[in-house]
C-alpha cells in the first residue's frame, strides 16, 4: 500500500510463473488490498509452460528471451542456465562504457548526452543512421553471436543420451520411483488444498454469520487459549519423557551397582547373566562378541578382562543417560515457562472481556 500509494508506476508488468494452486487462495487474500491499477500489471500462470512462454515472448523477444524461459538466448551459446549470471545490457556494452568514462554521467543523462551517445554507440557498430529497425536494436546491443545452432547440437545429443539411459534398469526403476513420488506429491498437495479451501469457507462463514469485528475482537482470546492448551499438551509429552529416562537411568545405575559388586568378588554371576545386563556393543541374540572371546583368550580364563569390559560399557551406558536427563529437565524447565507464559496471556485476554454483557464477542464466537 506504501508503495502503490506514494511510489506509482515502478513497477511496469509483473510476471509470476510456475505458481502453485496454493498461491491462487494466498493471492484471493492479498489482491483485494492493492489497487485496481496494480492488479492489472500482475498475471499469474501456473505450471503449462506453453501459456506462461507465450505471455512472456509478447514482453519480450525470443532472441533476448533466455532459453530458460522459453526463448532462444543462450548467452554462452550451449547453457539454458547461462542467461542467469551472464551480464547483458547496455551497462555492459564496451561502446557506452567507453562513452561513460570520456564523459560525466550527469552530462550523459541529459536530452542532449543521450543523442551523443545514442550516435556514438551507431558508430561503434559501424552502422549509419536510421538503419536499426526497432527489432535490430536489441539485437545490436547484445552483440552476442546466434546460438541456436550449438543449442539445437546439444539438444539433440541429449535426447540421443537419454534414449540409450532408458535403456539401462537403473533409469527405468528411478523414473517409477520418481513417478510414484509425483503421484504422492499430487495427493498431498491436492489435500492441503481442500484444507485451506475448507478452512477460507469456515471463516467466510463465520465473517458472514457474526460480522468481521466480532471475529477480529475475540481472536486474540481464542489464539490465547489454543496456545495455552498446546503448552500443556507439550508439557505432558516432555514430562513423560523425563519420567522415562529417569527410570532407564535408575535401572542401568542398579545393574552398574550389581555388575561392580561381581567384579570384586562379593555376588558371583554366570556368564550367561553377564551378558544379559552388560552386552557389548555387537553382542546379538546373547551371544558373546568375538572380542569378548578374544579377551579370554589373552587374559586368562576367569574371563575378567571381559568383566571390566562389560562393566566400562555400561559406565558409559550410564553418564549418555545422565546427558539425556539433563537435557529433558532443561527442555521441561523451557516447557514450565511456556506454560507460565501462556497462561498469564490468555489470563489478559480474559479480563479483557470479563465485563462483558451476553452480546461479548467471546460468547458469540465461540465453536459450537
Not at 537411568?249 to 559388586?261: C, D, I, P
Amino acid at each position: 500500500a506504501v508503495l502503490q500509494n506514494h511510489y506509482p508506476e515502478v513497477a511496469g508488468r509483473t510476471i509470476i510463473i510456475n505458481a502453485p494452486r496454493v498461491f491462487s487462495i494466498a493471492w484471493s487474500f492479498v489482491m483485494p488490498m492493492l489497487d485496481a491499477k496494480t492488479v492489472a500489471k500482475i498475471s499469474i500462470f501456473g505450471t503449462d509452460r506453453s501459456v506462461w512462454t507465450a505471455a512472456l515472448l509478447e514482453l519480450v523477444d525470443a532472441d533476448q528471451l533466455p532459453a530458460l524461459f522459453g526463448g532462444r538466448c543462450r548467452c554462452d551459446g550451449k547453457d539454458d542456465l547461462s542467461c542467469i549470471g551472464a551480464a547483458k545490457g547496455p551497462w555492459a556494452d564496451p561502446t557506452v562504457l567507453a562513452v561513460l568514462s570520456a564523459s560525466s554521467i550527469e552530462r550523459a543523462m541529459t536530452p542532449e548526452g543521450a543523442a551523443s551517445l545514442h550516435e556514438q554507440w551507431r558508430e561503434g557498430l559501424g552502422v549509419a543512421a536510421g538503419e536499426l529497425s526497432s527489432e535490430e536494436r536489441p539485437r545490436a546491443a547484445s552483440a552476442e553471436p546466434e546460438a541456436e545452432p550449438v543449442g539445437q547440437a546439444v539438444a539433440e545429443q541429449a535426447a540421443g543420451e537419454e534414449e540409450e539411459e532408458e535403456d539401462r534398469p537403473e533409469i527405468r526403476r528411478l523414473a517409477s520411483d520418481l513417478a510414484a513420488l509425483q503421484r504422492e506429491h499430487q495427493q498431498r498437495e491436492e489435500a492441503h488444498v481442500a484444507t485451506i479451501t475448507a478452512w477460507i469457507g469456515e471463516y467466510n462463514r463465520l465473517t458472514g454469520e457474526i460480522g468481521r469485528h466480532v471475529v477480529e475482537r475475540s481472536q486474540g482470546y481464542y489464539d490465547a487459549l489454543a496456545l495455552w492448551q498446546q503448552a500443556v499438551q507439550d508439557y505432558a509429552r516432555q514430562r513423560a519423557e523425563v519420567v522415562d529416562v529417569g527410570a532407564r537411568l535408575g535401572l542401568a545405575k542398579r545393574t552398574l551397582s550389581s555388575v561392580e559388586a561381581a567384579l570384586r568378588g562379593d555376588d558371583r554371576l554366570p556368564e550367561e547373566e553377564w551378558v544379559r545386563i552388560a552386552p557389548l556393543p555387537d553382542e546379538e541374540g546373547g551371544e558373546p562378541a568375538p572380542e569378548a572371546a578374544l579377551l579370554v583368550e589373552e587374559g586368562g580364563a576367569d574371563g575378567r578382562l571381559v568383566h571390566a569390559l562389560r562393566m566400562s560399557v555400561l559406565a558409559d551406558r550410564v553418564a549418555s543417560l545422565q546427558r539425556r536427563r539433563d537435557a529433558t529437565d532443561a527442555e521441561l524447565a523451557a516447557r514450565i515457562r511456556d506454560v507460565d507464559e501462556c497462561r498469564a496471556r490468555f489470563e489478559r485476554e480474559e479480563q479483557l472481556h470479563g465485563g462483558c454483557t451476553w452480546n461479548c464477542s467471546v460468547r458469540r464466537a465461540a465453536p459450537v
